[in-house]
């Protein structure tokens, strides 16, 4: 099991940027592929970005070209970085790990608000 605390949310106007954080308790970080999701009010938690443990990185629609995930593995760290920030990207971003199939480990979430 691996401990998750994310930082970096806020209030931003539209258009602007935030730079996500997610440390990771466990020095097996490296061996985990990483996520990012995420959950607006009265909507399902979705699937943001995600990168493998060999660093393969996929991206959910919506965000491609404005979204990047990186990861730092010497600091067990987890990145979002988010431009050209819309009102529709509103929600609370989770973390999460998945050692091998599933994603098992969750974060409890950090709160970005873009207003219009």
């Known amino acids: 099991q691996v401990q998750l605390v994310e930082s970096g949310g806020g209030l931003v106007q539209a258009g602007g940027s935030l730079r996500l954080s997610c440390a990771a308790s466990?020095?097996?970080?490296?061996?985990?592929?990483m996520g990012w999701f995420r959950q607006a009010p009265g909507k399902e938690r979705e699937f943001v970005a995600g990168?493998?443990?060999?660093?393969?990185?996929c991206y959910e629609d919506s965000v491609l070209g404005r979204f990047t995930i990186s990861r730092d593995n010497a600091k067990n760290t987890l990145y979002l970085q988010m431009n050209s920030l819309k009102p529709e990207d509103t929600a609370v971003y989770y973390c999460?790990?998945?050692?091998?199939?599933?994603?098992?480990?969750w974060g409890q979430g950090t709160q970005v608000t873009v207003s219009s």
């Open positions: 999460a790990a998945d050692p091998g199939s599933t994603w098992t480990d």
């Open positions: 466990r020095r097996t970080f490296s061996m985990y592929g």
């Open positions: 990168i493998s443990w060999s660093g393969g990185i």
